[in-house]
């Protein structure tokens, strides 16, 4: 009987070692991924401690709300993506996992509190992406990030820009659509005009041709350039699946950096078809 309550009174898939150990795949530049996305999941599967080669984990679209301590111990971990869960809160074990080179934490509940300082100890990250959440602040230590060259921060609450991405000295592409960022008057002053701003994009003068520079600085930058600026690691949902998260959970995948447009999708993939060929009109 007591057996029977504790079944029934479980919530979300149980991941057994067996069923981790069948979700393993190779990737086709050969790193150890294992695909756990959109099967239930409401707690992090301490099992996984006893997958010790695997590089990559893919625990997308599940039922998450809390990420324990003991992910720390995963230190040879390179690749997390954690979108479109529940999560509130970091841990400070977080800032353990010195090889990760990509962090995806999109569609989430995390609010400024919740992101962790010690996300800043993780000197080897390249993608980070941290949009659809709470955030209307960064942590000082993101500065620290000196590796990382693409940040996605859109669909949350900033009202400025942190200034802590102004000294990230490799950062290439910043994603910061849709927040109420608000701009000051050259003297400091806030205009009384000041309205939201849909998109902003951080370039470097020295990334820009001379011609290109003089045309910023003209303020006559063409809006078809950031039509078309590639955020691979920053994907965010269409503007039918955004009013509508949790069905944008069950019904798209995020694909990793690596993914390019004319490679080729499995047949009857019009979800993700649709998605990305939105993201890149």
Known sequence: MAKGKRAGGAKGTKITLKMAKNALRVTPDGKLRLDLSNVGIATFPKCLLKLRNI??????????????????QLSGLR???LHSNQIEQLPESIGLLGSLVYLNLCNNNLDSDGLSPEIGSLRNLQVLNLGMNR???????????TNLTELGVFDNLFTQIPECINVLPNLM???TKRN?????QRDGKDSDSVKPTGNLFLVREG????P????????????????????????????????NQENWRQQTTTSPPSFQKGQARPAGDTN???FMNNLYA
């Open 55 to 72: 590089e990559e984990i893919d625990l997308s679209r599940n039922k998450l709300k809390i990420i324990p301590e003991f992910i720390g």
């Open 79 to 81: 690749w997390l993506d």
């Open 135 to 145: 955030l209307n602040a960064l942590p000082p230590t993101l500065a620290t990030l």
């Open 173 to 175: 592409k910043l994603n």
């Open 180 to 184: 109420p960022v608000s701009y000051t």
């Open 207 to 210: 990334d820009l041709c001379h």
């Open 212 to 243: 290109c520079l003089e045309k910023c600085r003209r303020k006559k930058l063409l809006d078809r350039s950031q039509r078309k600026s590639n955020f691979s690691g920053l994907i965010s949902p269409n503007s039918v699946a955004r009013g």
């Open 272 to 274: 993700t078809l649709s």
